[in-house]
């Protein structure tokens, strides 16, 4: 073989491995940075799905919208966010526009059918949502529109910083080669010596600080893109993508090793009302400081992550469970002093559950579930306290689970029904009202009596569909009775989660009007705590319906604010004593002077009065004595059935006749 022949053949050479070598390094560099983006964005779109289903389960869709602004402004890889029902219509998004014809199936890829191929290529990611409403689970799709420009660019000018420099360093060896070598009568040793040789002689000092520039520069991005990918770009901490492959792994650890560790979950008091009364942007400086405070008072073998909103979840290792409730007392106490942010003093707590591993579980799904158990009974017991999960925690927590189910299903199933306790005028004897009571005929446990049920219910299992069951029952009955001569005042009791609702105004005047009832003959009953609790916007609320005719009735009056001064600027018309004042009247009769202090300045602000839960007859005649207009209690009549109820109205109004004539 000729030395032209060998030259060429091993120029040919040369540049096959140089491509060759570049090829692999793009592809490899491609799929990486591919990869980084679509860790990112499969953590950001499900942190906002579930930011999502928290704020439509709260119904807090008001802040929908701002929500999504604010990730579309934060995302320079997002261009908008749509959230719309499988039906079609939409919820909320981050414009106006909606066109059902606009999501394309071709060009939707489902969260969890992104990959790296697919990245640069697809219009939208498409992500399921689950929203509870009406107790039932509606289903949305969250769309979120890709800017493939970014990410194409992004890419490009990823790709083009790393091989741009290896480039203009092999055209000019190129360039040398030609130029330097002009005759090819070189020894094949001498033209390989000579090439090794200029590669580290004869390249300008220029393209190797460049080339040392771009390695520096690769480096940055890849820790920035890491950064992204699992940390908390608010404060800093691991996100639940991080904390959570943390935890998986401390998991295997410790099967591996037969040791142990903790996890407490953390969630802020009333962070909501921070958000409500400052601003979010308070909100978040404010999760910065506590996030600082939760760093300095862990120790550096601990970790910690954000899970989304304000709660956050640490992983404490190598101590025992005295130490740790020690250890996250004293965060609480830490967290209780007042935080000043732009001039404001803000004061929070937290609620904090913790569970030990593998005492309370081995797999991640399970101490997740169990230290949430946990952190919830922290919140039921007060707030602002540390609770361990235990075997009895989590049998009650069951136990409320299924109570829940029950009630679902025996809402769909017609299982309750409604009793009616009559409430009788002191003087005349007569039934002048009802108070209706929902009552529970389970078909394998009998009767279920509401004290097992109804506390449940108000914390918000079906409350607004059980209330709204409960006025249209009632209001039927009402209707009922007219026909039959029964004209009465109908009492309903009323749910403060029920009354909160954005609707309820509008679905109690459609019940109304739909059985045609006389609104003056309808009371509703509320709690002191309902009143005083939630003033302003119960107010509202009461001074709206008072305008259209309503009545309304404070129950179990004197077991909570008990002030008289308040009564006096709300449209309550008449008060419910507690039971508690009644029990402290004896057959002597001796004076119960806070009782006769109730009667008396109730009637001085026009507010009439009803003894509850009287038994006796004792009771009956020192009530009468001192002034009180209605009685409700055993002494008279149990809560009964429509048709035993008739049948008791009936017989008082004899009884009544007789006294006159």
Known sequence: MSFKKLNLALMVMFVGFFALTMFLHYTQTLRHIHTIMIDNLRASITDMKFDIEAIVN?????????????????????????????????????????????????????????????????????????????????????????????????????IVAQIIYPVLFFLGIVIFYFLYIKRMIMKPIMILDDFLRGIVQKIPKFYIFEFNNLSQNLQNNLKELKELAYFDTLIGVYNRKAIEEILEKKIIETKRDKGSFAVAMIDLDHFKKVNDSHGHHIGDLLLKEIAEVLQSEIRIIDEIGRLGGDEFLIIIDCMDTADISIKLQQIIEKVKEPFIIDGHHIRIGMSIGAVMCPEDGSDMTTLR?????????????????????????????????????????????????LNYQPIIEINSGKVVASEALIRWEHPERGTIFPTEFIPFIEKGCCVKDIGVWVFDQACNQQKEWIKKGIDINMSINLSVKHMHASDFYDVIHAIIKKHDTDIKKISLEITEYTLMEYRETTMNVLNKMQHDGMNFRLDDFGTGYSSLTYLKDTPISSIKIDKSFIDEITPDKKPVHLLNAIINLSHAIDVTTIAEGVEEEYQVEYLREIGCDMIQGFYYSKALDSDAFESYYWFRESVYERSIL
């Open 369 to 417: 579930r169990h230290v949430d158990m946990a952190m919830y009974q922290a919140k039921h017991e007060g707030r602002n306290r540390v609770v361990f999960f235990s075997k009895e925690l989590g049998m009650k927590v069951e136990s409320e689970i299924q109570l829940e189910k029950d009630i679902r299903y025996a809402l769909e199933r017609n299982e309750f029904h």
């Open 58 to 158: 709260n119904h807090e869709t008001i802040n929908l919208k701002a929500y999504l602004d604010r990730q579309k402004a934060g995302s320079q890889m997002v261009k908008d966010i749509y959230v719309v029902k499988k039906d079609g219509p939409l919820l909320r998004t981050s414009d106006y526009l909606y066109d059902k014809s606009y999501f394309k199936e071709d060009n939707v890829v489902y969260l969890r059918q992104l990959s790296t191929e697919n990245i640069s290529d697809i219009e939208f990611i498409c992500a399921d949502l689950n929203v509870i409403a009406h107790d039932r689970i509606i289903h949305y799709m969250m769309y979120v529109k890709i800017d493939n420009q970014y990410i194409v660019d992004s890419v490009v000018e990823r």
